[in-house]
Nanobody, 113 residues
Framework: QVQLVESGGGLVQAGGSLRLSCAAS????????LGWYRQAPGKQRELVAE?????IINYSVKGRFTISRDNAKNTVYLQMNSLRPEDTAVYYC?????????WGQGTQVTVSS
């Protein structure tokens, strides 16, 4: 059974940086698609970035955020730079592989102006 645990959220001033981490249990990490999503209050959850096996990457927040994965550590990262107040949200890690679709518990990111 796959479990995901996010870390690295917090409070940061506008223009600052944070690095989120998501550690996965189980043996399918390296062959799975890993994604970071976010959900702001009153809004739908949206994709931030995803990284497929073979390191193909899709971004919806381009230029400021970077997704990466370390298959040896079963961990996916989201480096967030030049943060803006509108980036404030709960950030969720997601793992997908065939019929498997697992979410982490979320980590709060708050950007103050």
């Amino acid at each position: 059974q796959v479990q995901l645990v996010e870390s690295g959220g917090g409070l940061v001033q506008a223009g600052g940086s944070l690095r989120l981490s998501c550690a996965a249990s189980g043996s399918i990490f390296s062959i799975s698609t890993l994604g970071w999503y976010r959900q702001a209050p009153g809004k739908q959850r949206e994709l931030v970035a995803e990284i497929l096996p073979g390191n193909i990457i899709n971004y919806s927040v381009k230029g400021r955020f970077t997704i990466s994965r370390d298959n040896a550590k079963n961990t996916v990262y989201l480096q967030m730079n030049s943060l803006r107040p509108e980036d404030t949200a709960v950030y969720y890690c997601n793992l997908r592989r065939n019929f498997i679709n697992v979410w982490g518990q979320g980590t709060q990111v708050t950007v103050s102006s």
